[in-house]
């Protein structure tokens, strides 16, 4: 299976949308991604040499050899003399091989024990978060929904720490941060689902990340020190035909913060929130799953009951 562009982003790019059915969005996004992820676990355990593949075994093990071989020698031919090429080139391809030999053991053992500590001896994220939050959570909304109804879906399924998830010096000036030597801020908004209920109602999740690292170097070695915030965020928009509408301002919902708006004459909004003071990068699909859930099972049972 070779996965198409719009596939291969929502894998690996930041900030991907897309809006379809939960049926298309599984079969044509969660599950051509994770069967990827298991072809390429099944190619590696098949081959011969791991994740070098022949072909990269027959470049390290027999190509770059004679290269350097050759580039050995005629340094050597140039700079020795001639009586002495036979030699020249008996003793250079002894000592080519055995150095070049172990090296390339070497090679092979350090690419297959990178494959295997990815790969099989943990999840890829991106792999988590799909198998774990997205899929599931989509097919427990999509359960009270109408037929063919869509959802929308936005993903960085990026871990923190990467690259492309580091915000500029005036974008932490803009989040109130003070600039310092040595310091990193990561920011990510790992996904953001809405859908429309079968009721009317408007569901919305999202889950934003922000993660603060500061690097303290000095003359006794060097300090590093870490702290995020998680923030969970469900908003449901609910027509007041539909419920009757609760009383505006503050409110706990299960232990959940919450706050109720009125939004017009026709709808009121309740915004939830579940914010924790962190000091990783490290997160729990199988809970941010769990808590959305019982954001929404909270709402609809104050509603019920009100």
Known sequence: MTLTKEQISFRDYKDFSVEDTFTNLKNNYFQPVIEEEKKIIEEYH????????CGGAVAYGCITPFIAMGI?????????????????????TIWTLLITIPEYFFIVWLNNDSFEEQHCKSTPFNIRII????????AVVSQDQKDESNITLKTSLLPLTNS?????????????????SGLSVYENDLFDLSAVMADGTK????????????????????????????????????????????????LKIDGFLANVVLVGDKNQKIVVKDVSEVSSSD????????????????????????
């Open 164 to 180: 492309k998830n580091k915000l500029s010096g005036s974008q932490i000036k803009e989040m109130g941060k003070q600039l310092k």
């Open 131 to 138: 198998k774990d939050l997205l899929l599931p959570l989509s």
């Open 46 to 53: 098949k081959g011969l040499f791991g994740k070098l593949g």
């Open 283 to 306: 997160i729990d699909p199988v809970q941010i799953r769990e808590r959305c859930i019982d954001m929404m099972a909270s709402v609809y049972s104050l509603l019920e009951a009100n």
């Open 203 to 250: 569901v919305n999740f999202g889950f934003n990340q922000v993660l603060s690292e500061v690097y303290v170097y000095k003359k006794r070695g060097s300090k590093h020190k870490v702290k995020g915030k998680n923030t969970l965020k469900g908003v449901f928009v609910i027509s007041t035909k539909t419920y009757k509408p609760l009383s505006q301002g503050d």
């Open 72 to 92: 050995v020698s005629l340094i050597l031919l140039k700079i020795l003399p001639q009586n002495t090429n036979g030699s020249i080139i008996l003793n250079t």
